[in-house]
């Protein structure tokens, strides 16, 4: 920038008037800088999304978070080179900037922790939206995944916000991530009773359900010996949106066949023995 000192004892208008005609080019070049400069970061940012979302491996919320970062920093390097031109010192206000960045960082760690922790789930995709998720004491679908929290909506309609840092730091159960599920019904008999006869009887039930598939084949078994009970278990593998209603109904048509065959399904019991003194 030109500055003449002669011109020191004119009006702040006059010395204003000069100073722009002396730097008339030179803010004009600025200007012109700083609009292509940021064109130019909002044209590559937008070519940056388009292909990161051509990959179907990426998510479109890390797409979009890495093209907004590549258009700030564009826009940032296209500012300072302005303000160069403009003979501002840039040292210090990349010195002041990076220490109101530290600031901010440790004034948001809790914040910053969820965003890293989103840009992991994005990234992994322990689950997505629509899939239904156990995490910790909670079971519910998830309807929305965000940088800071996940939104999920319970079976009974309620509605959940999770911060994403506790969600990534503990197990998380997916339920419909594949395609098929092992159901397991364990149904507990007299001892007086069949097992033979019990174990056809649930193979049977399971043989007569379209839903239940034949690869694996359904296995009936002896799974414990109880106090009261022998437990009879049935294993049987469906397809994932079965997996409720199979569960429901295998359960009632056990208890029902059971009846027919006159199995029976034992109260717990136990037996007292009094001595005399």
Same mark, same amino acid.
């Given at each position: 920038m ?6 020191? =004892?004119? =009006? ?40 990161l979302?051509?990959s ?13 970062a ?13 303000l ?6 840039? =040292? ?5 900037l ?28 322990p ?20 940088l ?8 009974d ?21 594949h ?24 193979l ?17 078994y ?16 469906c397809?994932?949106?079965?997996y ?34």
């Open positions: 030109k500055f003449n000192p002669e011109i020191t =004892t004119l =009006t702040y208008a006059e010395q204003g008037l000069i100073w722009l005609r002396l730097n008339i080019m030179d803010i004009a070049g600025g200007i012109a800088v700083l609009v292509i400069g940021l064109f130019i970061g909002s044209l590559i940012s937008r070519w940056v999304l388009r292909g979302l051509r179907s491996s990426m998510d479109v919320s890390i797409a979009r978070v890495i093209a907004k590549v258009k700030y920093g564009i826009w940032s390097v296209v500012l300072l080179t302005v160069t031109q403009f003979g501002v010192e840039t =040292t210090s206000i990349i010195a002041a990076g220490g109101l960045a530290l600031a901010v960082g440790l004034a948001l760690q809790g914040t910053l922790s969820n965003v890293a922790s989103g840009v992991m789930i994005m990234s992994q995709r689950f997505r939206v629509g899939e239904v998720i156990n995490i910790g004491p909670i079971i519910a679908t998830v309807e929305e995944i965000g800071f929290t996940t939104q999920l909506k319970q079976p309609g309620l509605f959940v916000m999770m911060p994403n840092n506790e969600l990534w730091n503990q197990p998380i159960i997916n339920f419909t991530r395609p098929t599920r092992r159901f397991e019904l364990i149904v507990g008999i007299g001892y007086n009773d069949s097992m033979q006869e019990a174990r056809e009887a649930l049977a039930l399971a043989a007569g359900d379209s839903r239940v598939l034949s690869d694996p084949e359904p296995v009936a002896v799974a414990s010996l109880d106090d009261s009970s022998v437990g009879i278990g049935l294993r049987v593998w397809n994932t949106p079965d409720l209603g199979l569960s429901w109904d295998l359960t009632e048509a056990a208890k029902s066949k059971f009846d027919e065959r006159g199995i029976s399904i034992p109260f717990p019991q136990r037996e007292v023995t009094t001595r005399a003194a």
